[in-house]
């Protein structure tokens, strides 16, 4: 066997080399016992990322014109903790934000019951901090979302 083949090309990645030579990884989300697709199966890093980017937005609004009336510096000092306060309150109250709403995504633990008021914290700390957020698994699962076992689904 050509060990290049192996080993994978770098456009590829082990994974697609390993499929190649027979091994079956499954859907996303079937180690966790989630459907392949519809409600309830994991959420794809497309509609997370949206999703993100428009909280994201949303609470720059809210520091840029509510708490520091239009002085950019105040603000940038305020969204983080925002976003924190309010990605908080939204998981613990509904299990999703308003990017999540609308990119049609929620946060549940992995029985599928409402994370807890521990778990959205940490979670939501984690995702402060970007790194774990960025570190994913084969299931393109968060470390923020492995730490505190919660998974985002569709809704």
Known sequence: MDTREALGSWIDGPKAAAEKMGA??????ERLGLP???PGSLAGPGRRIGALFVDGWLVALIAYGLVSHGDQGHANLWTTPIFFLVTVLLLATTGTTMGKRLFGLRVVR??????????VMLRTLLLC?????LVWDRDTRGLHDK????????I
């Open 24 to 29: 079956d990884f499954g859907h996303r989300g």
């Open 36 to 38: 392949k697709e519809g």
């Open 110 to 119: 992995l029985d599928g019951r409402r994370a807890s008021i521990p778990q």
């Open 129 to 133: 901090l970007a790194v774990p957020a």
């Open 147 to 154: 730490a505190v076992g919660t998974v985002e689904v569709r």
